[in-house]
């Protein structure tokens, strides 16, 4: 499940389309206090990372951005 598509409650191998119905790993770096993020993405999506950037990628996924700010950003970390 690509987890942009899960956040926005889309079917993401259907708007992928049959044959690009894979997932790409990808890295979030600066978004997140210097905390490296792993998601999962979907073709589309990765492409929408790729060319829209971190930060306006997370602004037009706004769902997606708050349950990764709930995951890494509440919790205590110690050096
Ligand atoms: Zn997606």
Request: with cysteine; glycine share 8%; net charge positive.
């Amino acid at each position: 499940m690509c987890d942009a598509c899960q956040a926005k409650g889309v079917n993401w191998s259907l708007s992928n389309g049959p044959g690009r119905s894979h997932l790409e790993r990808a890295k979030l770096y600066s978004a997140f206090e210097g905390r490296e993020v792993n998601i999962k993405l979907c073709y589309l999506c990765s492409i929408n990372l790729f060319v829209a950037g971190e930060r306006k990628f997370l602004t037009e996924n706004k769902k997606l951005n708050v349950e990764l700010k709930q995951q890494y950003a509440g919790s205590d970390f110690d050096f």
